[in-house]
C-alpha cells in the first residue's frame, strides 16, 4: 500500500514531536525529496534527516542570509549602520547560500544534503 503525503507527514509529525511544525515536515517530504523518493527511506531516517537539514522558518532567503551571518558572527558587534544597512543580504543568498540551503513555498530553510 502507498502512503500519501499526509499519512507520511502523521508518521514523521510523530516520530519526530513537537520542535518542528507539521507543515515543514510536509513541505520538505513534498517540494524537497518527493514522495516517492520518500517513501523508499527508512522512517526512522527521514525523520533524523529532517531534523538535521531543518533550519528555521525565515520571510525569504534574504532574511535567513542575514541571521547565519549573525549567528556566526562574521560582522563585527559595532559595525556602522551606515554600512551594515548597505549589505545586499538577496544578493548573499542567491550568490553564496542558495547552493547549500533550500527554501520551501512557505519559507522553511533546509539545508542541502
Not at 73 to 102: F, K, Q, R, T
Request: proline letters at 2%; aromatic letters at 10%.
Amino acid at each position: 500500500m502507498n502512503k500519501t503525503l499526509e499519512q507520511i507527514t502523521e508518521e514523521l509529525s510523530e516520530i519526530i514531536g513537537a520542535c518542528l511544525d507539521e507543515d515543514a515536515i510536509s513541505e520538505y517530504v513534498d517540494e524537497i525529496l518527493g514522495l516517492e523518493y520518500a517513501l523508499e527511506i527508512d522512517i526512522d531516517e527521514l525523520a533524523e534527516q529532517i531534523q538535521d537539514n531543518y533550519q528555521g522558518q525565515y520571510s525569504d532567503g534574504a532574511e535567513f542570509a542575514e541571521q547565519i551571518i549573525a549567528d556566526c558572527g562574521d560582522l563585527p558587534a559595532n559595525l556602522p549602520s551606515w554600512i551594515s544597512s548597505h549589505i545586499d543580504y538577496d544578493a548573499i543568498w542567491n550568490c553564496e547560500l542558495v547552493n547549500d540551503y533550500i527554501d520551501t513555498t512557505s519559507g522553511y530553510i533546509f539545508r542541502r544534503d
